[in-house]
């Protein structure tokens, strides 16, 4: 649950030990570089032809992240980037800053890989900040009401930080059910002129040094990937000197902006909703898609209270409301989450994420992602008809997925169960999964490599044969040594990818699959290389490992 797929040597040195040492471990490692990285994709490529857009660092967002998250050793820090990453969303799937400059992206990769073990207020802060988000959620620039003009202020932002962000819609109690009005209905938090009361808070921040007018830009782009890595300033005689009013709070008239934005961001931490509404997501993105409301409660009061004991009697947190490592420790120990109360419960768990299945495939079997940028397959796996996901690149400010989907027309649905993966599995995302897995079980990248020259030449980038015909391969050695016997290789992959979990049905059904292939598959190493992957791909498209248990 806390990575993104266990490997072979870390399962035999962790074998006998403490989980509450591991957790500290993994919340004291040094973190994965990202912006640093970012930086380095920045400067490789010498030819610019279409000035903005450098084509061949545009992905280097997502080469970082591939690489981070397949080798980096500070996994449970990576899952918690990819987890506030659907919460407090920006996307560089289009145009401008966060598309141009891939340093935009970066410095926010940045900031969560900071905050993922800090405190949620201060997440929320440098956000507020931050060049991606105000690009992403149309508030850089944003300046104070003028009458005469018939201009207000941007509200994008205030909205999306009350309903996505931070407290939903909804009153909520404790335990992150509804509470519900003297009418039977949920109680709606905030109207309209909440919204443009903070509206408000949230004007001023802007810089000269993001223009990208097109006179004189050649000039500036220096400017500009300097100016899009650092906290926006606050420009006064933009902020809206009004008082500002939202939530049951009012921030005086004539407020200084940073001193605004400090207040009306401490007002909305200060609200009850906060721990329930974040805590329940990040359960859904690690552990379960319906934690129950006692999960809920236990979460969030450890959100509250900034402190977890572990289980072996050391504190987690340092006693501040949102702190996000007392959180992540009080999800993954919580008492719902161990096998003995998840497995009897058949509506406990959750559909994998596709990028998640697929960076296991990478780490169980020891690819190679130091150079992910030699794998076309992997530069954009968000259309649907490949895996409906990729990091960083949400179609829209409300996530892949909403928390709380209920999927028509399956049996989950008829229950009433949130299943959010499953708003992007469909007839084409589902086969585009198996065939994204089949090109990197099937080793096709040492096949296709030579295909990479072009991108790399055309931004006289060197190429690197080697590291392209090696790159997204997997070693089957220990695999190898089992495909002449299909019962222990599946028990092999059901211990790997499964832990141990697979059904009796499927472990059949598997096996005798593996025992009708032709008896020439297996007398060349070509052939029984394609065995593995077959078995390989077959196991994880199995409803088995398709739902984390």
């Given at each position: ?9 870390e ?8 989980a ?35 084509g ?18 500070d ?10 990453s ?14 141009i ?31 991606a ?7 850089l ?65 802007a ?71 974040v805590?329940?997501?990040?359960i859904?993105?690690?552990?379960t ?22 289980p ?6 340092e ?53 992910p ?32 989907y209920?999927?028509?027309g ?13 708003q ?8 585009g ?8 079980a ?7 490599f ?12 060197p ?34 990818l ?13 096996i ?15 052939g029984?290389?394609?065995?593995v ?5 077959m ?6 490992y398709?739902?984390?248990?």
């Amino acid at each position: 649950m806390a990575t993104f797929g266990p490997v072979p040597d870390e399962v035999a040195r962790l074998t006998g030990t403490d989980a509450s040492a591991w957790i500290k471990e993994q919340f004291a490692l040094t973190r994965s570089p990202y912006l640093s990285e970012v930086e380095v994709y920045y400067g490789m490529g010498t030819r610019r032809p279409m000035m903005l857009a450098d084509g061949f660092d545009q992905g280097s967002t997502s080469w970082v992240f591939w690489r981070n998250a397949a080798q980096g050793e500070d996994q449970l820090r990576q899952r918690m980037i990819f987890a506030l990453s659907q919460v407090l969303v920006v996307s560089n799937g289009s145009g401008g800053l966060l598309g141009i400059f891939p340093q935009t992206l970066g410095r926010y990769q940045e900031i969560l890989s900071e905050h993922a073990f800090g405190n949620y207020r201060d997440l929320l802060e440098d956000v507020t900040y931050s060049v991606a988000m105000a690009e992403y959620l149309t508030y850089l620039g944003n300046q104070k009401g003028d009458s005469a003009a018939g201009r207000v202020p941007d509200e994008n932002y205030a909205r999306e930080i009350l309903q996505l962000f931070t407290i939903g819609l909804v009153e909520l109690n404790p335990d992150g059910t509804p509470r519900l009005g003297p009418d039977g209905k949920p109680i709606e938090l905030y109207t309209n002129e909440d919204i443009t009361g903070l509206a408000r808070v949230f004007t001023g921040l802007a810089s000269a040094d993001l223009s990208l007018d097109l006179d004189g830009i050649a000039g500036r782009i220096p400017t500009i990937t300097t100016a899009v890595t650092q906290p926006l300033p606050m420009i006064e005689s933009r902020h809206s000197p009004k008082e500002k009013s939202f939530l049951g709070t009012t921030i005086p008239e004539n407020t200084p902006g940073r001193q605004s934005i400090s207040l009306a961001l401490d007002h909305i931490m200060d609200h009850p909703n906060v721990g329930p509404f974040v805590g329940r997501q990040i359960i859904q993105r690690f552990v379960t898609s319906n934690p129950s409301p006692a999960y809920v409660e236990r979460v969030a009061a450890a959100f509250d209270q900034g402190l977890y004991t572990l289980p072996d009697g050391a504190l987690v947190g340092e006693g501040r409301k949102g702190d996000l490592a007392a959180t992540i420790a009080a999800i993954l120990f919580d008492d719902a989450a161990q096998p003995a109360a998840a497995l009897p419960d058949d509506q406990f768990g959750k559909v994998r994420e596709p990028v998640i299945r697929l960076v296991h495939f990478m780490r169980a079997f020891d690819t190679d992602m130091s150079s992910p940028e030699y794998v076309r397959a992997l530069y954009d796996t968000a259309p649907i008809n490949v895996l409906g996901q990729h990091p960083f690149r949400s179609p829209s400010v409300f996530n892949f997925y909403r928390p709380g989907y209920v999927a028509p027309g399956t049996l989950s649905g008829e229950l009433g169960l949130h299943a959010p993966e499953l708003q992007i599995v469909n007839a084409s995302s589902t086969p585009g999964y198996i065939n994204l897995l089949s090109y990197g079980a099937f080793g096709t990248q040492r096949e296709e490599f030579a295909s990479m020259r072009p991108v790399f030449t055309n931004f006289s980038v060197p190429f690197d044969q080697e590291r392209a015909r090696t790159t997204f391969v997997p070693d089957y050695t220990e695999e190898l040594a089992l495909v002449d016997d299909p019962a222990a290789l599946i028990d092999h992959l059901d211990n790997l990818l499964l832990y141990g979990s697979m059904t009796a049905d499927t472990r059949r059904l598997l096996i005798e699959t593996m025992e009708e292939l032709p008896h020439n598959v297996f007398a060349s190493e070509d052939g029984r290389e394609d065995a593995v992957a077959f078995a390989v791909t077959m196991v994880m498209s199995s409803p088995d490992y398709l739902v984390q248990r």
